[in-house]
């Protein structure tokens, strides 16, 4: 018995494949779901969905960012802060709120080799929607955790969207 399990355990091992991302996978599925594409290898700016992003990688430390700028952080006041701290606690999931060099960011960070390309694609749609989102529902994807979803969310309180809007200048 004590075999047969052993077995199992490492047949597990050999079946699971671990992800072994670089930048030119990287750079394939950046091409696809960019509109437009300008840099270098692990050093990417492109446009999707009339957004700005970057995509940074450092190889040798198995490091990886996808950022949209959203504004500069001199116009956040004390309000927007908060809320988008909240929001790093409860609808922006995978991606963060930022802020660096004077710029806020939408910014989702994650070790390169792990990644798989549906997290890539995942990440990328993300950071659109954070940075989309900002001063409104503040949210990465449609799922508010622990919250429900933005649809109940907006029902509670239409005039919240229309308010956080005025108070936001995009970048």
């Not at 050093?43 to 940074?56: D, G, H, P, R, S």
């Not at 430390?61 to 006041?77: F, T, V």
């Not at 004390?78 to 809320?83: E, G, N, P, R, S």
């Not at 994650?110 to 390309?117: A, F």
């Amino acid at each position: 018995m004590k075999q047969w399990i052993f077995l199992v355990f490492l047949s597990m091992g050999i079946f699971s494949q671990a992800q072994n991302m670089n930048n030119d996978t990287l750079g394939e599925i950046i091409t696809k779901k960019a509109d437009t594409l300008g840099g270098i290898p692990g050093n990417w700016q492109f446009v999707y969905k009339e957004t700005a992003m970057l995509c940074i990688t450092d190889a040798k430390n198995n490091r990886m960012r996808i950022i949209a700028p959203i504004m500069e952080s001199s116009n956040l006041d004390k309000d927007l802060l908060l809320d988008s701290m909240t929001a790093n606690f409860h609808s922006a999931l995978d991606v963060k709120y930022a802020i660096s060099n004077g710029i806020l960011w939408s910014a989702y960070v994650h070790p390169l080799k792990e990644l798989s390309t549906e997290q890539v694609e995942s990440a990328i749609s993300q950071v659109y929607l954070a940075a989309k989102t900002f001063g409104t529902t503040f949210s990465s994807t449609e799922l508010l955790f622990g919250a429900g979803s933005l649809e109940e969310e907006h029902k509670k309180d239409p005039k919240k969207e229309i308010i956080k809007k005025e108070k936001t200048r995009k970048f």
